[in-house]
């Protein structure tokens, strides 16, 4: 690949920037990936839509007018959907106990809610949708899903957000648990990233 691409993420959370540039520099492909703080801070965005490729699209379409030259802007829109609970909390994760709600409130949330639920009944996804964006708007969508199940408490200290409750399909242990090693190789940001990073080969030529 000949071709270098500038990638600004859509997000003030630094543990994302931490893990996506991660997972881009072990795959070895020609991108410079900078935070949003670098064209001065994300605005201020209303997640006002109800899929998370619509959320995506909303902070993709925030910074674009940001970007200098022929860079890019990768926004990601990303939560835990529990099938017996609807889908929830879904869109609504990072603030499902309520608007400023911190990780470890939410999930409090989520374990009052499954209390009296079996463990076979607690079958749940981690999903991530990307929006890749140029300064134009023109937009290519990415996915990825972690098929999985909510444990009784939280367990690990790796990790962030619902990490200590969710064990990926296939182990017994959280993904707090299993740390970014494993994380980043099986979780719904690493598999969305690998579809990134297949069209970074296919249009870098």
Known sequence: MSKKFTVYLATSNAHK??????MLAEADVPVVLESAAALGGMPDVDESGSTF??????????LAPKLPGDAWVLADDSGLAVDILGGAPGVRSARYAGTGSTSDENNHRLMD????????????????CFVLMDHAGKETVFNGTCEGRIVIRPR????????PLFA????DQTLAELGSDVKNHISHRAKAVQALI????ANGE
Not at 17 to 22: K, L, M
Not at 53 to 62: C, G, I, Y
């Open 198 to 201: 297949e069209w970074f080969r």
């Open 156 to 163: 690990g200290h790796a990790g962030f957000g619902y990490d």
């Open 53 to 62: 490729v619509a959320n995506a699209r909303l902070k993709a379409a925030a």
């Open 168 to 171: 990926p399909e296939g182990y």
């Open 17 to 22: 920037v931490e893990e996506i540039a991660a």
């Open 113 to 128: 809610e499954l209390a009296m639920v079996p463990r076979d009944r607690r079958t749940a996804r981690f999903v991530c």
